[in-house]
């Protein structure tokens, strides 16, 4: 795939290089290089159409999938090509410029970002959680962590009330997540040791079962960070292509029209 | 505690219902509404402020003061029409229409049945895109506009050109004028020119010596006419005299002959002044015969007898006497005959005006008539001036035994052996020398360009003259006759014109439109 995509991409370039071999006929072949990216926006963009049939007969959804990740870039070759790897005059062809590039950009960067998240969930936490859920459980595991430290000791209470009551209040996004899938955890863990020592035999035992609880919540945490962004990133990219499409259909109607 | 049970180290309650992820057509509906929403925005911009360069690129700095008129070019929801180009730029077409757009099609054709645009003509706006910004030249036309119409070869009533699709060999015909087998009209040999030149002037390079007669136009691009006075005069002042010829009291087709300066007097015709100011000494007598001791350039007593000879001998056009060469002339440049009967004319005019005879009175009033009419066809750009009128038909002799026309030669060769030093004689006249050094008609060439990377030689090289100028022991060639004006092939252009190195580019060698700069071109070409 990533040597098919290099290829094509070579081609491309090599296709662009030549045409300066006749620089009078330039314009001619930016027109072709702008149809090409207008034919492979509509192939990419029915990859849209084929998600919102998933019985039909169309082939493999992944196969698909990698038509739309190497049009994509494909694509955004195109338009740097029909644009002379130049930012264009006129507001229009300015906006669609930018709006090509910021599609090919995020698109890539969803592309990353659905290889690297799932392999950072599945090595540095212990449970799955559905993302929608999230809410709820983290209600759900506050609750027990107030009743159970109603039940605790003292300094267990009052370690609670100080360092941890506000962190199982609610879900915790954090960029941290993206850094250190743990949330930092070890460091963390270094205050419930500290307590440890100062515990006896049965208390000591609560203080690991409200560790475990926090090192749940974490987790919480770090799966609503982490999947949020594989949630957010179409958001930066769906809306957008929508737009570009019909800007495309437009512009290319101006073009033909006048 | 979930009824479904617990899961993980946190002990997190398991769902008891399906969890469903929410629809993402959501992600669709926002998409539409912002295109929607841009759409709206590009219309409400282009409706209400009269943003129209939003859609595209600014318009070119020429057309600045238009840039939010829309309706200034573009008719609605359609392209740019010819119609709307003209509505300002017809303004700047003169009296005749010149600029108009119609002239630039008899301009690119040189053919006054195209005044009008063929179906399918490209549009203005077809070749001059617009809406590329303020900084972008609106004559950057790209060869493929050409060859849309020229890749192809045609021929009709109308137009008829080969395919050219590219300038190199395979794909552009080499030029029309380097086709043509005729010669200059003149028996010459650049190289011994270029070397007595050379040695008379202690002169360093070839080029030097091609300047002495070549003389650069102001701007360098071209060359003035070669001229007698200027260019000749200077080494060549006197000929010898003629040989002995036959005398006539009038010549006919029965009597190859010529006449004295005498006789020529007697008849008082329009343009015989001359024989008042011949004086005894220029002639050498003996019986039924004469000669001249030495014949000037344009020897008015050698062309009169020769223009005789000719008239008994062939069928001319009614103008052929008003010439003192053959009408040779390719048939665009017919302006040239018409130019120097109207010389002519007025000579004899000035003549007749100052005589005091009052019977040559009607001669005069035929002179000014003759010279009325062909001002009025000069001063008619619209007319194509035809060539007819100067004709000699060489098929068409008149009937005559084969003693007797090899007599005509005969004499037409004695009387013009010390012309024949320089000029050709054909059909019993002096043969035109092609003076203009401009041979390209439709493509424009730059010499002072050229000559900052290459000299006149490395280029001009059909003819020799590196080979026998810079050796006095070379002999030189046979007379070029000023061969096609030395002029190189297309070969020779594409050794640097060619793809990689120096532009090929159509625009390079061809305008589409007169150029307002160079108006003097215009007529020549209209012709």
């Known amino acids: ?258 | 505690m979930s009824p479904k049970g617990i899961f993980g180290q946190g002990e997190l309650p398991s769902s008891d219902k399906y969890v469903y992820p929410p629809s993402r057509n959501r992600l669709v509906l926002i998409g539409l509404g912002a295109a929607l929403g841009a759409g709206l925005l590009i219309w409400g911009a282009v409706t209400f402020l009269g943003a129209a360069a939003i859609i595209t690129g600014p318009v070119s700095s020429a057309h600045a003061n238009l840039a939010n008129q829309c309706e200034s070019c573009h008719s609605e929801g359609a392209t740019v029409s010819n119609e709307k180009c003209a509505a300002c730029h017809e303004e700047q077409a003169d009296s005749i229409g010149i600029y108009a757009l119609t002239s630039h099609y008899v301009y690119r054709s040189a053919d006054y049945r195209r005044a009008a645009a063929r179906d399918g003509e490209p549009t203005c706006g077809g070749c001059h895109k617009e809406h590329r910004g303020r900084t972008a030249p609106l004559t950057d036309v790209s060869d493929p506009q050409c060859v849309a119409c020229h890749g192809v070869a045609h021929e009709d009533a109308q137009v008829r050109h080969p395919a050219v699709r590219a300038f190199d060999a395979k794909n552009h015909p080499d030029f029309e004028v380097v086709k043509r087998t005729e010669d200059g009209g003149l028996r010459f040999m650049h190289d011994l020119h270029v070397r007595e030149i050379e040695k008379h002037e202690r002169l360093d390079s070839n080029e030097r010596a091609c300047l002495y007669c070549h003389n650069p136009r102001p701007g360098g691009a071209d060359f003035f006419p070669i001229s007698y006075a200027r260019h000749c005069a200077a080494c060549h002042l006197k000929a010898d005299g003629t040989e002995w010829v036959r005398v006539v009291s009038s010549i006919d087709p029965q009597h190859p002959g010529v006449m004295t300066p005498q006789a020529i007097g007697a008849l008082r015709e329009p343009g015989t002044l001359w024989t008042r100011s011949t004086g005894p000494l220029d002639f050498q007598n003996q019986p039924g015969e004469i000669r001249k001791r030495a014949v000037v350039h344009r020897d008015p007593w050698v062309l009169f007898n020769l223009r005789r000879l000719r008239d008994a001998r062939y069928r001319t056009g009614p103008l052929a006497d008003l010439l003192e060469a053959t009408p040779e002339v390719p048939p665009a440049d017919a302006r040239v005959l018409y130019e120097e009967a109207l010389q002519t004319l007025r000579t004899q005019a000035s003549e007749l005006e100052s005589s005091p005879n009052l019977l040559l009175r009607q001669d005069l009033k035929t002179i000014q008539s003759r010279l009325g009419e062909i001002e009025r066809r000069l001063n008619d750009p619209t007319t194509p001036l035809p060539v007819e009128p100067f004709a000699v038909d060489a098929h068409a002799r008149r009937a005559m035994p084969a003693t007797t026309s090899a007599d005509f030669d005969s004499v037409a060769s004695r009387l013009t052996r010390p012309c024949q030093t320089c000029h050709e004689v054909r059909n019993t006249a002096i043969a035109r020398v092609a003076s203009d050094q401009r041979v390209m008609r439709r493509a424009k060439f730059d010499h002072r360009k050229h000559l900052v990377q290459r000299r006149c030689l490395d280029c001009h090289r059909r003819i020799p003259i590196r080979a026998v100028a810079d050796s006095s022991h070379a002999t030189p060639s046979e007379r070029d006759m000023a061969s096609i004006q030395n002029l190189p092939s297309m070969s020779t252009c594409v050794t640097c014109h060619t793809r990689g190195k120096a532009s090929t580019e159509c625009v390079m060698c061809h305008d589409f439109h007169p150029k307002k700069t160079r108006p003097s071109e215009i007529p020549l070409v209209l012709e």
């Not at chain 1, 609880?213 to 799966?223: F, N, P, R, S």
Request: proline fraction near 3%.
């Open chain 1, 1 to 258: 795939m990533l040597l098919a995509l290099v290829v094509g991409c070579l081609l491309c370039l090599g296709t662009y290089a030549l045409s300066g071999l006749w620089p009078r006929s330039r314009d001619a072949w930016l027109l072709g290089f702008g149809i090409a990216a207008a034919m492979v926006m509509l192939g990419v963009g029915s990859y849209g159409i084929r998600r919102r049939l998933p019985g039909a007969p169309l082939g493999r959804a992944a196969t698909w999938l990698k038509v739309h990740l190497f049009g994509g870039v494909l694509f955004g070759v195109l338009v740097l090509m029909h644009s002379q790897f130049r930012f264009p005059a006129g507001g229009m062809n300015r906006v669609l410029w930018v709006l090509s590039l910021w599609v090919t950009a995020t698109g890539l960067i969803g592309l990353w970002i659905q290889r690297w998240i799932p392999r950072a969930i599945a090595s540095g936490l212990s449970d799955e959680v559905l993302y929608d859920r999230i809410p709820e459980l983290v209600r759900s595991l506050g609750q027990r962590a107030e009743t159970f430290v109603a039940s605790c000791s003292d300094p267990i209470q009052a370690f609670y009330q100080t360092n941890l009551a506000a962190m199982f209040a609610a879900p915790q996004a954090s960029f941290v997540y993206y850094a250190d899938v743990t949330g930092g955890r070890h460091a963390r863990k270094k205050q419930f040791e500290y307590l440890s020592h100062a515990l006896g035999g049965e208390e000591r035992g609560k203080l690991d079962r409200l560790e475990r609880m926090y090192k749940a919540k974490l987790e919480l945490d770090a799966h609503l960070s982490l999947q949020r962004a594989l949630r957010w990133w179409l958001v930066a990219h769906v809306p957008f292509s929508i737009v570009l499409v019909v800007l495309v259909v437009l512009h290319v109607i101006f073009v033909l029209s006048y």
